[in-house]
């Protein structure tokens, strides 16, 4: 519904992707960019994601677990409280997490998406799509 | 008496000596004797009572006929010192009457006899002689005899006693009565109830009124004497009946002897050897002494009843040959001679002994030489312990410590995987950030390349390294991730169904023929799908890359249940499962190279690969068995008998709950 709701201006699904590892937000940002479907702002400090997220207005956050400043957890719980973006859908992307306790690399438990690292281009995106359809 | 010394000289000729002053008396005198009894004697004439005392008497005459009608005083003289010798010469005076004799009545008593030299009687004075030499020599032995009597009486330590028929003592000797505390003269009369307590005196004088009715002497009683005063003694007591010259009993008479000290020592003896008798027969151990033939002397109880026998008799005497075979006997008894022969005894040899129900006794043995007063060997003693508790403690003790250290081993080999557990988790987590750089990248690249096969290709290889490192990594990953099972009852052969659906694509291309014997309707089972399809991955990828040329999968499954805990079951079967329980099991069998005998223990090693570098990471079959006992299942792998291949066995058990398919 909020999905329906917030405009797609360039028909493009806008993507904030929250990691500390800049080389793997680059390189999710250009996978998902080049296939023309979206469009992708990235965050390497996490304590900035609120703001970040309030002002990107992302249709999707993908949102690293294990991180230096501010874990995962604590970043999705800030998000979370904000009115501004506590509707917008996360997807944990872990490397803590085996391929196979995710399956196919992407898998629900308690309510929460998991993407387990590594990630290729097309679960990234298939894992999107499943997400923001179920709105 | 034979110890009375007898005359040196012979009977004949009679010897005489003739001491007169006259010497004209020798011619008269010998031609008296001549005419009465021609050359029977010999007569010699002593002038002096100086020139006899220079004489050798006994050995020059049998008779001194002195003549006293000379001189009173010189006649008195030698009268005095012939009677003093009491020699077996006989003293015969000659006299002219017989007031002249009675003028000698104070040593009348030494003179034998008399002859009136001046009236001497035609054939009376040979006979005279003869009877004096004869009375003469009896006296002597009589003294003699009383010598030895009264000698014996009195040095003798052992109480000697003669008693009248009422029991009365007429004599007792010297130790006699200092035993009792008395002078000789002052115990004659009196009877052992003055001398004793009636305790003893009573007993003493029946037994002595019953040697004098019957004439059976008692020989060698031990008796106790208890004194009127209280202290008492042992003696060894002899009493026979006392007869007079003509046979008829007078009385009684003793010996005793003080034994008191021997039997002091004895009873001693006594109570050590009943003391010895009680250990040795009550010691947990077998003791035996043997003499220098080998034959026993002495056998303890409990050595009695290791022969077989009950009594120390149907032992004594008898050697080990009688007892036991052969051989064995050879072999005991050439131990004990070396023992006997060399002096070195045999300590603690440990021999053991199969009994007919099968079980082994263990003794401990030593044997030592016996040696006797005199430092030589006379035999061996022996002392054997039954260790056979002590051994049997000592193999279990030893059994438990290689339990124990196998379990510290794989105590110390848990502790190392949970660390490799650890490590592994950081190194996957570290790796796998780049790796999803590199693999984003490679994606990337994809998406920009057209037409150009060769950075395709490249490109493709790329994506397959790091799809390989990728799986090492979440291999590595799943290996150290939490042992928890999320177990639900089902059935196996779904599980497998799907694994080969799965995988139907390797199996082809590497020329596989898959074949499923799935039993029906089995039990089911408490699995984790998720980690049961990596089983059969993991088993399936294995037997693939042994079946290097294509071959034959062969997959059973069966359900079966636990019989016994016979040879043939494991010691880990017999501590997971327990019988009767049923279990399901599969075997997954190839027809390739199967297992290296070098690695057959280190198969389930995680990190160890038979693949070469770069083919496997080595923790497929180490995940493989951590989570078929999650699921307190077993896995076994082996070579097939008789055919080229591997086999590699599961075993689940069934909970009860979930015997049937839902």
Known sequence: MLHSKKSKEDGKTRVLVIDDEDRFTKMVKLNLESTGMYSVEVLNESRKAVEVARDFKPHIILLDVVMPEADGGDVANSLRTRTATKEIPIIFVSAMISQKESHSGFYESGGEHFLAKPVSTETLSGAIEEVLATL | MSSTPSNPLPEHPRKLLLLSADPAEEALLSRHLDSENHGEHELKLVASLDELKSLELETSCHAILLDIRAGHDEALESIKWIGRLQSQVALICLCANHEQLNSFKPVIHLIDDYILADTLPHGELCIRISHAIRRRIQEYELLHEQDLLRSLMENIPDAIYFKDLESRFTKVNRAM??????????????????????????????????????????????????????????????????????GRIIGTMGISRDISDLKRVQDKLTEEHRLLTTILNNIPDRIFVKDREGRYIASNRLHLKFLGVTDEAQVLGTTLYDHFPKERAEKYFNQDMDIIRTGIGLINSEESRTMPNGRVIWYLTSKVPLIDETGKCVGIVGISRDVTTQKEDEDKLRKTIKVLNETQLQLIEAEKLKTVGRLAAGVAHEVKNPLNVVSLGIDYLCSKIDGSDELADIIQDMKQAVEKATRVISQLLDYSSPHEVAADPRDINAIIRDVLVMMR??????????????????????????????????????????????????????????????????????????????????????????????????????????????????????????????????????????????????????????????
């Open chain 2, 177 to 246: 009565a200092r035993s009792y505390g008395h002078n000789v003269d002052s115990v004659i009369g009196r009877s052992d109830f003055d001398l004793f307590t009636e305790e003893h005196a009573l007993p003493a004088y029946q037994d002595e009124q019953r040697i004098i009715e019957t004439g059976q002497p008692i020989i060698s009683k031990i008796e106790k004497e208890t004194f009127a005063d209280g202290h008492s003694k042992w003696v060894n007591s002899t009493k026979v009946p006392l007869r007079n010259h003509y």
């Open chain 2, 505 to 662: 694509h390797n199996f082809n291309e590497a020329h596989i023929r898959v074949e499923p014997d799935l039993a029906e309707n089995l039990p089911l089972v408490a699995l984790d799908t998720q980690k049961t399809d990596q089983v059969f991955i993991n088993l399936f990828l294995n037997a693939i890359s042994a079946m290097k040329g294509g071959g034959v999968l062969h997959i059973r499954s069966y359900s079966q249940r636990m019989k016994s805990t016979g040879a043939n079951v494991s010691g880990e079967m017999t501590e997971l499962f327990k019988v009767g329980e049923t279990m399901v099991t599969v075997e997954v069998t190839d027809t390739g190279h199967g297992i290296a005998s070098e690695a057959a223990d280190k198969l389930f090693d995680p990190f160890y690969s038979t693949k070469s570098t770069g083919g496997g990471t080595g923790l497929g079959l180490s995940v493989t068995r951590s989570i078929v006992e999650m699921h307190r299942g077993m896995i076994t792998l082996e070579n097939r008998k008789n055919t080229p291949g591997a086999c590699a066995t599961l075993y689940f058990p069934v909970s009860p709950d979930t015997h049937a398919p839902l």
